[in-house]
């Protein structure tokens, strides 16, 4: 799997024309940001996106405004060791939860010590949608649970599942580099209770959860949510991220028909974690 890049050049003193750029490129499929000295970077995946596309898309919608931008093809590999070793500080989610990479050497008390090397896959906590279910995981009882990861990138979520207690826990991404990257994670933090699967909600069926956590995409979302809730015991509990606070109400309608009732939701930077159970 390729990356598309895109740089932007924006005065390092204007933190909200970046901020409103990540926003408005979030939207149309950008999938992470990093803040640069001089600007922005963005990440689109390729093939679902192309250098012209890019291009195209920045011509038409994005850029009005005088921004200077280069795009260019990303290759796997010099981009994960750049993007590892440059840009992925440890972080502390909540007080009790840190999350670093092989080359750090975190000081502190923290209960749960997640190591992770985040390769090609999404998912080291820095992400709004990530430290959102993160947190959230540190505040619900898992001892014993069920626990689905639909979407897990790293595995992070489910690492953290599994320290929390969980008893059996299945992660499933779609991407093969997020699989491999998951099963590595996995092993690294010497957890044995997790099945990783590559593929999608046509996985799904054979057994049933009580805690379903899917940080993926509104569309994915409202296409798979049936399927997750079909596998939620009654009583379960449905985490979603990966949307913004105006696309509560359409995630929502689909919950609700699908015997999900609302329990609540936080946000940070406009993304949402929202939480349905099953009634
Ligand atoms: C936003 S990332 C979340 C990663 C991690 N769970 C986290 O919270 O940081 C979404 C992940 O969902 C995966 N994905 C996309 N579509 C999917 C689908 N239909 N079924 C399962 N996984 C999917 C992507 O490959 C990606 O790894």
Not at 23 to 42: I, M, V
């Amino acid at each position: 799997m390729k990356y598309i890049q895109a740089v932007f050049e924006c005065d390092p003193n204007t933190e909200v024309v970046r901020d409103i750029l990540a926003d408005a490129l979030a939207k149309t499929g950008f999938e992470s940001f990093l803040s640069s000295d001089n600007g922005l970077d963005a990440f689109a995946p390729f093939p679902s996106y192309s250098k012209e596309s890019v291009e195209r898309i920045i011509n038409d919608f994005i850029i009005p405004a005088n921004i200077q931008y280069t795009v260019r093809e990303l290759e796997d590999r010099n981009w994960n060791e750049e993007w590892e070793k440059n840009y992925f500080e440890p972080i502390v989610i909540g007080n009790s939860c840190i999350i670093y990479s092989s080359f750090h050497h975190p000081q502190g008390e923290y209960r749960y010590r997640i190591l992770i090397d985040p390769k090609m896959a999404f998912g080291t906590g820095h992400h709004q949608t990530t430290s959102l279910v993160l947190e959230q995981l540190l505040t619900m009882e898992l001892l014993d649970k069920s626990v689905l990861d639909m979407g897990c990138g790293t595995g992070v979520l489910a690492i953290l599942a599994s320290m929390r207690g969980a008893r059996r826990v299945t992660a499933i991404d779609i991407d093969d580099w997020a699989y491999e990257n998951a099963l590595e994670n996995i092993r690294l933090n010497g957890i044995h209770s997790i099945n990783v699967y590559q593929g999608g909600a046509e996985l799904l069926g054979a057994e049933t959860y009580e805690v379903i956590l899917a940080n993926i995409n509104k569309n994915i979302l409202l296409q798979d949510i049936p399927v997750y809730s079909s596998v939620l015991n009654k009583d379960g509990l449905l985490i979603t991220s990966g949307f913004y606070e105006e696309d509560i109400p359409e995630i929502l309608k689909i919950c609700e028909t699908n015997n999900l009732t609302f329990i609540g939701f936080s946000e940070k930077d406009h993304w949402v974690c929202m939480c349905c159970r099953k009634i």
